[in-house]
């Protein structure tokens, strides 16, 4: 998404700290639309300057829902440590158990019996030179539940750490969907506000020059990943535009590029932003087909570079997958992959 000058062609622009940043990215983005109608050159700018901020909240969405994901992994992942740790911890208090069972029978009460009752053993041990009866062996079987015990205890206050940003990382997703579907009805609502003939110049405009395939000169690839990942971005024109799609039947700006790459076997980071760190940065001069584009001082939209002045975009709702010139807005990098 992005904005664009009259009739010109134009493209678009993991902690709960993150989570909680990320939603700052785009709170200068939620100005007021105009409630009076507008000339409709105004009108039309509007519209692109609305789609360019859905944008922006397009790829912070991005970034919340690929660090919730992450932090759903990494919560999955402590769980299944902590049922492992209690099935080690109930092992060895069932192991105690049989000594303490055993000396028992053999006519003593050993007060290390006591463990079995008891969820802290580090008191118990903190006294256990007091006890003459405590064997070598039941001594290091509770040191070693002891260490057990403590490392369960870790393990469920990470956990319990790790949903709670979880739950932060949700309600930034939630937010940032929001202000997209915002922006996005905004537009659709300025756009319907228009004359037909204007609504009319204003969809050619989107869609002008780009029926066919653009002469791309003779440049190839840097590299046999850039020449797969260029051969299923074209494979991609014509698909919509789907804001936080990345694939198949549908793409965002960044969708589009992390999908492309991983059929060349790649894996891109999700949003724009991180995707211009995602190789060897380069100047214009030197763009071959394969490499990102990205646009804007904020990083917000991202193409691939196709030969002769050409990208490779998802532009905005309502304009699909296609081809525009590199400088249909500011160029802030261009990253060799």
Same mark, same amino acid.
């Given at each position: ?89 109930? &092992?060895? /208090?069932?192991?105690?158990?049989? $000594?303490? @069972? =055993?000396?028992?029978? %053999? #006519? ?5 019996? +006591? ?92 869609? &002008?020059? /780009?029926?066919?395939?653009?002469? $791309?000169? @003779? =440049?190839?690839?840097? %590299? #046999? ?5 260029? +051969? ?106």
């Amino acid at each position: 998404m992005g904005s664009h000058r009259r009739l010109a062609p134009s493209g678009f622009d993991r902690g709960a700290g993150a989570a909680v940043s990320i939603l700052s990215v785009t709170a200068a983005a939620l100005g007021a639309v105009p409630s009076a109608a507008a000339p409709y050159d105004d009108t039309r700018a509007t519209v692109d300057r609305l789609y360019e901020q859905a944008e922006k909240a397009t790829e912070a969405y991005n970034e919340a829902d690929e660090r919730a994901d992450g932090l759903r992994a990494e919560v999955g992942t402590v769980r299944d440590r902590i049922a492992r740790q209690q099935e080690r911890v109930n &092992s060895m /208090r069932e192991s105690l158990g049989s $000594l303490a @069972g =055993a000396q028992y029978r %053999s #006519g003593g009460i050993d007060p290390s019996i +006591a463990l079995l009752f008891s969820d802290d053993p580090d008191d118990y041990l903190d006294h256990a030179s007091r006890l003459d009866r405590l064997t070598a062996r039941q001594a290091g079987e509770l040191r070693k539940l002891r260490g057990a015990m403590r490392e369960l205890a870790q393990d469920r206050e990470e956990a319990a750490d790790k949903l709670r940003e979880l739950e932060t990382s949700r309600k930034a997703v939630a937010a940032h969907k929001k202000t997209v579907e915002r922006k996005l009805a905004a537009a659709r609502r300025l756009l319907n506000s228009l004359p037909d003939a204007e609504r009319d110049a204003y969809g050619r405009a989107s869609r &002008s020059g /780009r029926s066919g395939m653009p002469d $791309l000169g @003779g =440049a190839t690839a840097a %590299s #046999g990943r850039g020449s797969a990942a260029v +051969a299923a971005a074209r494979s991609a024109l014509g698909k919509p535009y789907v804001w936080g799609a990345n694939g198949p039947s549908g793409f965002d700006c960044s969708g589009l590029m992390q999908w492309s790459y991983a059929q060349a076997g790649v894996a891109l980071p999700r949003t724009s932003q991180a995707q211009r760190y995602a190789g060897r940065q380069i100047p214009l001069s030197e763009a071959r087909p394969g490499d990102l584009v990205v646009y804007r001082g904020d990083a917000s939209h991202v193409g691939m570079y196709m030969g002769n002045g050409q990208v490779i975009h998802a532009p905005y709702p309502g304009a699909p997958v296609r081809y525009d010139p590199v400088g249909m807005m500011p160029v802030s990098s261009v990253t060799r992959v």
